[in-house]
Nanobody, 117 residues
């Protein structure tokens, strides 16, 4: 089993910054990818940013230039630096770990990021 612990969420004003962290523990070998997804009320869970075991990153168009994912799958830890936050960034942010060896996804419990006007 794998456990993901997220931290860093909280209320922030529009234009502000926040840093989310995610640390994995347990059976953390063969990590293929880690990343962040978000879900706003009434919406589906969407990609925010991911980083794979080659260091390649992927971002949602809406966050490019504002958010930066960092970390290494080998260390089983990733962070998401969020700058120039907008009210539409308000969501619950979830950490995801994909273990390629057995093709299993793990998710954190989520951390709420409300962005006020």
């Amino acid at each position: 089993q794998v456990q993901l612990v997220e931290s860093g969420g909280g209320l922030v004003q529009a234009g502000g910054s926040l840093r989310l962290s995610c640390v994995a523990s347990g059976k953390i070998s063969s990590i293929r990818l880690m990343g962040w997804y978000r879900q706003a009320p009434g919406n589906q869970r969407d990609l925010v940013a991911t980083i794979d075991n080659t260091g390649s990153t992927d971002y949602a168009e809406s966050v490019k230039g504002r958010f930066t994912i960092s970390g290494e799958t080998a260390n089983a830890a990733v962070a998401l630096q969020m700058n120039s936050l907008k009210p539409e960034d308000t969501a619950v942010y979830y950490c995801r770990l994909y273990r390629g060896g057995d093709d299993i996804d793990y998710w954190g419990e989520g951390t709420l990021v409300p962005v006020s006007q």
